[in-house]
């Protein structure tokens, strides 16, 4: 019997040490639970807000993408007062126009889907090519 009682000892040492890293690590993990819940709100709040940035954008590009096409249907009446080869070039660049703007309105309309990571990106290009648009448009302005 004098035997066992080392054995015995060493096993409840060992288990005693156990409890306490177990105990060590259910207050880590406990800390890291929260942790991931406090991101996932956090996370779940930026989606929100990306979607509520993305339908407000959307309703602004859709909005100028029809100005647009409104100032295209006008550029379409005017004709240009000069020679041929100027009404030609005129009409050509009115219609170059009018591709871009719908290739814009497409763009806008199938970005439903794009990632929030990607949606900052997207954004600033699309923005990029608004404005090209409206370059294109006093350009065409002062060519008349």
Same mark, same amino acid.
């Given at each position: 019997?004098?035997? =066992? ?5 060493? $096993? ?19 800390? /890291? ?12 709040? /930026? ?12 309703? #602004? +590009?859709? /909005? +100028?993408? %029809? #100005? ?7 550029? !379409?009446? *005017? !004709? ?6 100027? +009404?030609?070039? =005129? ?7 009018? #591709? !871009?703007? #719908? ?9 439903? &889907?794009?990632?929030? &990571? ?9 923005? +990029?090519?608004?404005?090209? $648009? &409206?370059? %294109?448009? *006093?350009?065409? &302005?002062?060519?008349?």
């Amino acid at each position: 019997m004098k035997k =066992y009682i080392p054995i015995f000892a060493t $096993i409840a040492l060992i288990i005693a040490c156990s409890f306490s890293l177990f105990a060590q690590e259910n207050k880590k993990a406990s800390k /890291a639970r929260k942790e991931v819940v406090e991101a996932q709100r956090e996370l779940t709040a /930026a989606e929100r807000d990306s979607v509520a940035d993305f339908e407000q954008f959307k309703k #602004e +590009s859709l /909005a +100028s993408i %029809a #100005e647009n096409q409104t100032k295209i249907a006008a550029l !379409k009446v *005017k !004709k240009a007062k000069e020679t041929k080869v100027a +009404s030609e070039k =005129y009409n050509k660049d009115v219609l170059a126009l009018e #591709e !871009k703007n #719908e290739a814009l309105r497409k763009r806008i309309i199938e970005a439903d &889907g794009t990632e929030m &990571g990607m949606w900052p990106s997207f954004k600033r290009q699309f923005s +990029s090519d608004m404005n090209d $648009i &409206g370059r %294109a448009f *006093k350009e065409i &302005g002062d060519d008349l």
